[in-house]
Every structure is written in C-alpha cells, then in structure tokens.
C-alpha cells in the first residue's frame, strides 16, 4: 500500500476523455463458465492466449463500491486479499485514507459471488521485523481469522512486500499457504524460472538449504506502478508521474507482455496485477503510489474484455508436487494435445 496521493489538475479530466474516446477496440470474446476457455491470438506466427489475475490488496472499502460493479459488468472475478484486522475497523491503515474498509458483509458477498477471499496479514505489518511468535499471529493467525469466516485462504501476499526474502519469514508462510505473492514484476512464472536464478519453485535450494530469488512464496505481482525511463528513487529529487493515458498505455504494455512466452498455447507466465485504492478521479500516477482512478480502472477492465484476455483467480493456480511448478488448474497438462479447442494448456 502506497500512502502517496497528489491531487491533480483538471486537465486531467480532460485527458481521461480523450482516452475513453480513444477506447474502441473490437469485441471478440465470449466466455465459457464452467472450464477455461482463451481466445487464441497469432502473434510472430503463434498462436497465443492471453490471461490476467486481478488481485486487491488491503480490505478497502473503495474496492467493493467502486470496483466490483465494473468486475460485474464484465463477469471478471477478482482476488481479494484481506487484513483482518482492517475489516469492519473505521481507524486501521495509513492515513489519509484510513477511515473506510470492507465489513465482513462484503467479503462475504464478494465470496459468495464467486470473488477469491485470500490473506493479507491481521495488521498489515513490516514481517521482516518480527518475532516467530508474530509472525505466527499473522500468518496463522489470519488463516484462522478468514476460517472463522468461512473462507479457506491457501494464498498469500506479504505487506508492502516485505519478507519475502527473509528464510524464517518464508519458513512460517509455508507452513499455512501453498503459494505467496510478492512485488514487483511484470510477469508471474509459474515455472519460477522467468528471472533467470532458479530451476522450479521450489523455495530452498536442495543443495544448501538456501531460499531462493523467485519460488512458490514469491510469485511476482505487478503493483500498477508507472515504470519511468531513467528514474532511479535514490538519484531524482523530483519524483516523475504518469497522466491517465500514459498508465492505461503501460497496463496495455504489461498484460501483453506475456505473449512474448506463452506460445501455441502454453501458459507460463501470467500479469497479477495489483490494484489498492480505488479513487473517484484525479490521479497522477507516480513510481511510489498505487492508487487508481475508476474511470482509468473502468478503462483498463474494458480493455481486457474487448481483446480476450482470460480473467482468472489466483485460487485457480495450483502448486505441483512432483515438478514443483505452479499451474492452473482448469487446465490439462496434456502436451500432446492438438484440439484446437485446448488453446490453453499447462506445459
Ligand atoms: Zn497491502
């Protein structure tokens, strides 16, 4: 969670105009309920199919007023992921916007709509600071917080991403979720080999015990983060932004990115893009906030349902034992399958 907001010009309202005009793309897709079903694309010759998780981080109120009627419209299912201790608690989290969290109510319609209800933490805590004894009430203290609820988290995302390279962090995740997410990439591999350090997922190295770079307790989440050419956080003085069109153009940038390795129908790589406020306009977009306008946020769901893209929750990746890689579930494994109807498959 980025505690950054800069309120912006009115010329921003102007430009998000410009974009929503700007937005006819041609609808093509038509979604099975029940099994996976993707759009094929050819790209370089391939075909290619698109899929994306939508993931929302901290239990904000914004999120359910604001963003789940457009999930709704497009029948897209999001992955909610909760802190306990902010649901139904008026004073929780950062400031300014510290007043205005999910009650248990809407996480148990979301849940019962078929969103993905997942674990946050209790308090949405630094977990690199503390004791075993915390950690515990964090991590399986939330497991059990969502079970008294009803809701079955296997998943896991680690507060402003810390800990995720901590061995007795990882170590006390482990022990209560099959897979955790962590910031910030573009592309999730469910193979753990997209950042070139590791062989599969698993997290410690058999040899000597290591935890490594990118395992099933780091998949890689994109933070909806401008990426600005040049900006180094400890070198620029002056932070950069992006304006309206600029992000929708890099989101456009980002869920595409998988194209360039999920060929002839293999997916092995996956945007988990993660959104957190959910604000009704005047957005500067910036390297050190996450924060989304609606209408940018109503414009990129457009945009996923005119080009294709697969929504999927991250309750649909599995973890396999026996290759240690990560997969989706709905979909078979079966390498030899030419049924141009499987245009999707794990390999
Ligand atoms: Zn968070």
Not at 126 to 145: F, H, M, P, V
Not at 178 to 206: I, M, Q, S, V
Not at 310 to 323: A, H, R
Request: net charge positive; proline share 3%; charged share 15%.
């Amino acid at each position: 969670m980025r505690r950054f907001l800069l309120s912006s010009a009115i010329i921003l309202g102007l430009i998000l105009n410009a974009i929503c005009i700007g937005l006819s793309f041609s609808v093509q897709s038509v979604y099975s309920s029940g099994k996976i079903t993707l759009q094929p694309t050819i790209v370089n010759g391939y075909n290619s199919s698109k899929v994306v998780i939508l993931a929302f981080d901290d239990s904000s109120k914004n999120q359910f007023i604001l963003a789940k009627p457009i999930l709704d419209k497009y029948g897209f299912k999001g992955s909610f992921f909760t802190v306990c201790n902010y649901v139904n608690n008026a004073t929780a989290g950062y400031k300014p916007y510290s007043h205005n969290y999910m009650a248990w109510q809407d996480i148990k319609t979301l849940q019962k709509q078929g969103h993905d209800i997942e674990s946050h933490t209790m308090t949405h805590t630094n977990l690199d600071t503390k004791s075993i004894q915390a950690l515990e009430y964090e991590l399986g203290g939330s497991k059990q917080c969502l079970l008294d609820h009803g809701i079955d988290s296997t998943i896991f995302s680690y507060p402003s991403s810390h800990g995720d390279s901590n061995t007795t962090v990882v170590k006390v995740v482990s022990k209560y979720y099959d897979l955790a997410r962590t910031a910030d990439a573009p592309l999730a591999f469910l193979h753990c080999n997209g950042y070139g350090k590791e062989k599969d997922c698993r997290p410690f190295n058999n040899n000597n015990g290591k935890l490594g770079y990118e395992h099933r307790y780091s998949i890689r989440e994109w933070g909806h983060h401008p990426h600005i050419e040049g900006y180094q956080p400890s070198t620029n003085s002056v932070v950069p932004s992006f304006n309206q069109s600029q992000m929708f153009n890099q989101f456009v940038k980002e869920v595409n990115s998988q194209q360039n390795y999920n060929k002839n129908g293999c997916i092995v790589a996956i945007p988990i893009v993660v959104y957190h406020k959910i604000l009704p306009g005047n957005i500067v977009y910036t390297p050190n906030k996450s924060s989304i306008d609606v209408n940018l946020f109503s414009a990129e769901m457009k945009y996923l349902h005119d080009n294709g893209f697969k929504v999927i929750k991250t309750s649909d990746l599995g973890y396999n034992q026996t290759n240690n890689h990560v997969y989706i579930k709905q979909l078979n494994s079966n390498n030899n399958n030419n049924n141009s109807n499987a245009y999707a498959k794990n390999c």
